[in-house]
């Protein structure tokens, strides 16, 4: 199906779960938004680094570049997998803005790296964004952690429908707004959030 643009939408799998079944586990969700470029990533890799000891699980996002020029972007797990999610070269129907979307990728790192597992002290996601949210598999892995008692940190478009806009509505997350001004210190207040809430 299209839409007024001539892009293609796909379908989202069903809402996350009504706010009072995943409201008791979502004090444990913390979310991190912010405009583009102002370093959402780097807080999120920088808590990692600071969660050593910690058995992480989930996945971040970085730009390839080439003579000063974003052409892409990939995402890489924390055990240390890689898949290239979306390139300006990348032909077919998934786009995002100038960018190919390569929705497979996409499924095939978040099938792995995104599931549930007992093993696991927190998953940390960059970014619930409108590429990553062109995949089911992403979509609903995501919503079984939401859904369970597991620590989640991750960062979230500043705007967004469908899936991102539901993320935000889950009872009980906090949304903390990532500047200039605090995201030097936002890793620290992240990991002391962390361990109230895994003490």
Known sequence: MTNAN?????????RLPAPEQCGA???????????????????????ANALRGW??????TEEIR???????FRIASFDGREQVMAR??????????KYGVDVAAIDRLAESALALDAGVDVYLVDEIGRMECLSPKFI????????????????????GRGFIEEVKECVGAQR????RDNRTALPERALAWL???TG
Do not use: H, N
């Open 6 to 14: 001539g892009r293609i939408r796909r379908s989202t799998p069903e």
């Open 25 to 47: 586990a979502r004090s444990k969700l913390l979310l991190l938004t912010g405009v583009p470029g102002v370093g959402k990533t780097t807080v999120l890799r920088t808590l």
């Open 55 to 60: 058995r992480l699980a989930g996945f971040y």
């Open 66 to 72: 080439a003579a000063g020029e974003r052409l892409g």
């Open 88 to 97: 300006v070269d990348f032909p077919g129907p998934c786009r995002v803005g």
């Open 140 to 159: 609903a892995r995501m919503r079984a952690l939401l859904g369970s008692e597991k620590p989640v940190v991750a960062t979230v478009a500043l705007q």
């Open 176 to 179: 903390w707004v990532v500047t």
């Open 195 to 197: 361990k109230e809430r």
